[in-house]
C-alpha cells in the first residue's frame, strides 16, 4: 500500500470520513424481527396443497381447458369482477397520432420493412403503434433514412418500445426497414437498455420464474414467467381504458405457463404468443396462482 | 467443535430445506442486507423492506451458490440490485404519468432520494465506490464488523480487507470533497 493510504483512517482527513459515515450510518434494526418477516413470506408463497407435476397433468391439462371453456360459454363469460384492494396503477400512453393508420408492413424476404407513427416516449424510449403482431420482436434493429438506427426494447401486442430518445417527434411517421437476428435476440436484453420483461400495452411486468419457485410449481427451469406488476388501466388520451392482462384478471405474483396453447419460458415467447393473437378476445392464459392452476380468458 | 454453526453449514442445511437455518443465516445478515439498501435508498423504512425482499431471493437462488464463501458478498449486492430495482420501478411509475419529453436513464447519475444535503452527498460518493470497496467499508463502519469478523465472512484476510477499507475511505474523501467543490 502507498503511504499516502497507509493507516488513512487515522490520518485527519480519515477519521473526519469515518465520523461523517458514523453519523449518516442506518439506525439500528430489529433482525430477528426482519428474520421472522422473511419467513413469513416465504410461507405465504408456498403453494396451496400438493401440487401435482405439470408434465404429469400434460393429458388432462386439455380436458380441463374444455370444461373451464364450456363453464365460460355457460356463464357468458360472466365472472364477478374481483374488489381491487387499491387504487389501480394507470400509465399514460400518448395518443396524437393520425387515427385509423394501419402499418404498412411489405415483407420481403428476411428483411420486412415497416411505417409506423410515434405515439410518444415511453419509458427510456419512444413508442410505435407497431407491435409483435406485425412481427417485431425484442432485439430487432430499425434502421430508416439518415442513419436513423433503433432496437426494439419492449414488444406489446400492437406497440413497441423503441431505444430512440428525441430523434423524433410525436406524431412522426417512422419508416425503416426492419433487421431481425436471432443472434442479437437471443443476447443480453440488458443491452438493448429497455426493461425486456415490461409489457406495457398489454398491461403486465414480467420476470423469469426463479427455478426455487419452478421446482416446487412442478415446473422445469425457464419453463414460466412470473408477473411482477399489472397496470390495469391506460390513458388513451384523456380515455382510461382498463389493459388486457387487467381484463384477464392477471394478477402480480401469477405463474405464466402458456399463452394461447404455446408454453412461455421467455419474453420472447410471450412476445410471439401475444402476438399471435390477432384477435384478443381468443386470449387463453394459463397460470398459477398460489399453486393452482387456472385458465384466464377475457370476460 | 462448540458454538454456532458457520454460514457454510447453515447453507449446506437451509438448502435441504432446513428452515431454521435459514432463519440462522437471515438474522446473521440480515444487517448487512439492510446497509447495502440503505446505501441506495437513504431511507430506513425502504431499507428494511428491501432487506426482507433481499432474503426472498436468496432463497430463491440459494441452489445456484456453488461457493459458500461467497455468500455476504452475495447478499450485499442482490440487496443493492434490489433497492435499485426498487427506484428504477418508482422512477418509471413517475414518469409514465408525467410523460416527459425525453428521460435516458443512462444519463442521469444515481442519487439517492434523501433531504439532507450532506448525506445526499455522502451518499451520492458512496454509492460511486467500486462494489468490493463500498462494501469493506460499510461492513468496518455501518455493520461495525471487527476486520477478523469481516475476514471470516468474505474469505479474505484481515489484512487485505484493512487495506481496501483504507482505499475506500481515500476514495470516497475525494469523491465527497469534489462534490463539494461544484456544490
Known sequence: MSDDLENFDHTHEGREMVALLQKHAPPPVDSRAGADAVLARLQARQPEGKVIPLRWLAPLIGAAAAVVITLFIIDGGNKPVQPETSP?????????????????????????????????????????DAGAKDGLRVGDKLIGANGFEARVTTIGIFEA?????????????????????????AAQFSDFGGDPGAFLEFGALFSPLPPAEARMLGLADG????????????????????????????????????????AIGSYNDLANALGWSRDPAMLNVKVFRNGRQLDLRLR | ??????????????????????GELVQRHFRAAFASAYAVLGN??????????????????????????????????IARDTALKHIRKHRRMVRVENVPETVNEDDAPHLPMVADEEKAELMAALNELPDDMREALLMRYWEELEYEEMAKRTGVSAAALYQRVCRALKRLREGYDAKNETA
Open chain 2, 1 to 22: 467443535m462448540t458454538g454456532a454453526p458457520d454460514d457454510e453449514a447453515l447453507i449446506i442445511a437451509a438448502k435441504r430445506g432446513d428452515q431454521a437455518a435459514f
Open chain 1, 223 to 262: 419453463a414460466a414467467l412470473r408477473v411482477d406488476e399489472v397496470i390495469s388501466t391506460l390513458l388513451k388520451g384523456e380515455t382510461p381504458v382498463r389493459t388486457l392482462a387487467s381484463r384477464l384478471d392477471l394478477r402480480a405474483d401469477d405463474v405464466v405457463v402458456e399463452v394461447n396453447g404455446a
Open chain 2, 44 to 77: 430506513a423504512g425502504d431499507a428494511e423492506e428491501m432487506a426482507q425482499e433481499t432474503f426472498v431471493q436468496v432463497f430463491q437462488k440459494l441452489e445456484k451458490l456453488r461457493e459458500p464463501a461467497a455468500f455476504t458478498g452475495w447478499v450485499w449486492r
Open chain 1, 88 to 128: 389501480p396503477p394507470v400509465a399514460r400512453v400518448d395518443d396524437d397520432a393520425p387515427r385509423g393508420t394501419q402499418l404498412d408492413i411489405r415483407r420481403e424476404q428476411g428483411f420486412p420493412e415497416i411505417v409506423a407513427y410515434v405515439r410518444g416516449t415511453s419509458g427510456d424510449g419512444l413508442l410505435i
Open chain 1, 161 to 185: 418500445r423503441i431505444s430512440a430518445s428525441g430523434a423524433l417527434s410525436r406524431g412522426a411517421e417512422l419508416r425503416a426497414k426492419v433487421e431481425s437476428d436471432p443472434q442479437q435476440r
